[in-house]
């Protein structure tokens, strides 16, 4: 509902604009009155309204005046101007105060009306500019955050308005699609660097596909709507996995179901969200949907997989797990076996095994090095562990990747 202030020195008028005007159908509440400029004023001041119509002649400040007053205050409202006199003076002055309207009496309510419309529409249009105006303060990927966040938080859902902001970010508009979200496994602040990294593969990625996406990044996580279907994202995504440099940063992705509207995509966020944030998979840098996640698992297994993904470079014990987790070790044991079909030593193994590729992939450290980080003491012991596996050595292993 838009607010209009009315200033006239006679009452009779003011009574009569607000009888004969059905302010309710221009989506429009008269919140005041006023019977000079200077009284008008401070109503401006403080109930802040969209319009003022105003009378030019009147005591103490005339309308001229206060349209003038207004102008060098800011105000970001219109000022349409009701006058008996046909001077060009008058109209001259309006104009130069930057008046919406310069209207003479008598004038017929329906003429009055659709000029109040017109104000209004133009109101609402600079609004909308105002608005896109302040999203696009930062760099081209703050911008793409912004409108990211704008769009879960359902702050932007009017697709003309999107369909102005896209271009703005150097994208086609889409309006149809999935949501995807990518965590940091074990993230800390320290590692907020890698988000943006990734983000800058992905639109590399992008570029060589005929898809089109918004990505950017929101509390800590990727965040990327995507303009295809679950198979087209997860390829893409996996395609960036290939091309990732950092083998010791790992991600987690859910991807939402589709989307077929802007309105839509809060829901999918959230869906997408805990899936990448509450299941716990034994493979790094994953990425799942709702027809594959893991919601079969247990939560005392979720819970002791998180402890294990966490703790695999300490001295984990299922006595650890069991003390943590409120439960005896034997139940420990046979959920690993129930659930999983494997014991706890393969479980903590493969994982510990899985970090040392990724570690020593980098080049970064010695075998000694990679078989500490990872919870061994003994280098022969880690490497026979490691040989077992995988059918080579660890010396051999971070050569071929030299």
Known sequence: MHKIILVDDEDLVLK????????????????????????ALVLIETLKPDLVLTDVKMPVMNGLELARELKARNFLGKVIILSGFQEFDYAKQALESQVFAFLLKPIENNKLMMTIEAAIKELETKLKESNIINFFSGGLQDNKNRVIRSIIRGEIGDEDRLKT???LLNLEFFDSGVLAIGKIDDFDEGMTAYLQDFL????????????????????????ILINGGIMEAYQLIETCFKKWPHDEITFSFGISKPFTAFKEVRTC?????????????????????????????????TDALKIIHTKYSENLTIKYLADHLYVSESYIMHMFKGEMNQTFIEILTNHRLKVAKML?????????????KIGYNDEKYFTALFKKAYQITPSKYSKLHD
């Open 360 to 372: 020593l992939k980098t080049g970064k450290y010695r075998i000694s090095e990679v078989a500490y």
């Open 200 to 223: 800058v593969i992905f639109s590399q990625v992008l570029a060589q596909s005929n898809l089109r996406a918004l990505d950017g990044v929101y509390h800590n996580r990727i965040t």
């Open 16 to 39: 009569g604009l607000r009888a004969t005007i059905d302010w309710s159908l221009l989506n429009t509440e008269v919140v005041g009155t006023a019977k000079d400029g200077k009284e």
């Open 269 to 301: 966020y959230e869906e997408a969200r805990n899936i990448a944030v509450n299941e716990v998979t034994t493979s790094l840098n994953s990425i799942l949907d709702s027809s594959n996640s893991k919601q079969f698992y247990s939560k005392n297994l």
């Open 165 to 167: 902001i896209f271009p």
